[in-house]
């Protein structure tokens, strides 16, 4: 097995402890005597033909959080059975086996093989990812790179030298890993310009109008542009389906171009059902296999899988959480390689004297207009949020909340907007399906509804699994002018938060932007 860490609290301590409790029964364990980016571990996993790989990370969560990832000798994020297997072993095992820190030592049982796939890894990103070696030497367009005090530096400096890119501007006070975080509030490129603030002020000074930002184990990407509004510059954050659309129309383009005979119709994209179906509409256009998951790289890793094994060419999945997976390397999302193709896509794009969001905009004159509008509220309380899904269940309903799919009567409207369907992925019911029942994975553990209304709107109210989150995430698309698209759904979108979420009521909490 492979065991990793990152750059938090005593991960080092417990990675240590994860490969003894491996060799105390005789396991042979790759342990890196360096922090990693977590995409190495699932690529370990892949190209080492190893049983499962093990991450000790909490990726963008505060500092003092620390977490124990797994994946499968496939590559992928860990799905059931295999994790409630490890539940049961962990229930059956409190007591613990005697393994000490101090008894860490490379040798037979424990391996370092880091210098080894770190190689392998931008080789072989190189191989199949960098297609314009020559045309990026030459590039001018100066990027502007920040780890958020993670751990993507050492290798994302690499990789664009194996790309042939030109040296990054580093954000110095970012770029080297620190446990405490100290220049951000929340260490997640997602919260915009709080936490690229001074990502923001380095590019300003070294005359740069991009920046790539990943997350602290570098799983993620963030892209921020300089962009020129009604005579004004202004820093433009892409929110996640607008790179994911990007990166989309680029790893198609790139691949089509360099495969020009592989049928289009034994190609496959992927992303989460929370994610823009801006993907779907790109792929019924050119007819691609187009698949929809459930949320999480571990569905979409999984599938990929799947897809391969049957013979088909998995191109790209992506997540509207600035999580992206390009083509078949390891199959998890990866802000490495995502942040290598995006400088190169970028650069490209530069030399003809455009830029990203122009280009953004291109792909909506072929594609289509979709807005989307995703954020949260904090929600301390379980209870708090049972509570306000119960509600939702039972919006038309006299009698108290009952269990029973039967007594269930989901809202017909949210203020002036009529809902058609309701999909409800918590208790397994979806109005969408003759027989009510949903086409992907139902868990009671986690709460998800969504509501498709009259006018194409799409929203998903979801409970965080990994924070005191309460999400949602709408979406609007249509081929008409985009200022009445976003104006409508931002209407649409205070009506969801009045009606179905109550913030004052619950004592929903905002985040501070």
Known sequence: INAEYGGRHNSHKFAQLTALTFTHLGIPVHCFSHVVPTPLVPFAVSHKGLCAGIMITASHNPKQDNGYK???????????????????????????WGVDASQFAYGNLIKDPFAELTEKYLTLSKQKYCYYEEENKKSKLVITYTAMHGVGHFLM????????????????????????????????????????????????????????????DADRLAVAELVEEKGEKKWKIFNGNEIGILLASWSWEQYHKHNPKVDPGKCVVINSTVSSKMLKALANKEGLIYEETLTGFKWM??????????????????????????????????GIRSGCAFAEFASSLYSKGMTCNAYLHSLYSKYGYFASKNHYFFCYEPVTL???FDRIRHFNSSTSPTS??????????????????????????????????????????????????????????????????????????????????TSTLDDMVRHIIDNFLQPDQNDLVPPRD
């Open 157 to 216: 400096k690499r990789a664009f030298q194996s790309f042939s890119l030109p040296p990054y501007v580093e954000t110095k006070e970012q770029v080297h890993p620190d446990p405490d975080f100290p220049t951000v509030q929340f260490p997640n490129p997602e919260e915009g310009k709080g936490a690229l603030k001074l990502a923001m002020e380095t590019a300003e000074r070294a005359g740069s109008p991009l920046i790539i930002a990943n997350d602290p």
């Open 301 to 334: 890793g999984n599938r990929a899988h799947d897809w391969i094994q049957k013979g088909y060419h998995f191109i790209y999945a992506f997540e509207e959480a600035i999580g992206f997976l390009i083509g078949d390397l390891c199959l998890d999302k990866d």
């Open 404 to 485: 029973s799919t039967s007594s269930f009567s989901y809202p017909k409207q949210c203020g002036p907007y009529a809902i058609r369907h309701v999909r409800d992925l918590t208790v397994g019911y979806d109005d969408t399906s003759a027989d009510l029942k949903p086409v992907l994975p139902v868990s009671s553990s986690t709460e998800m509804i969504t509501f498709y209304f009259d006018n194409g709107g799409v929203c998903t109210l979801r409970g965080s699994g990994t924070e005191p989150k309460l999400k949602y995430y709408t979406e609007l698309s249509g081929q008409s002018d985009s200022h009445s698209i």
């Open 386 to 388: 049972k509570k306000i």
């Open 70 to 96: 797994v994946y499968w000798a496939n590559g992928a994020q860990i799905v059931s059975p295999h994790d409630s297997h490890i539940s049961a072993s962990i229930e059956k095992n409190l007591e613990p």
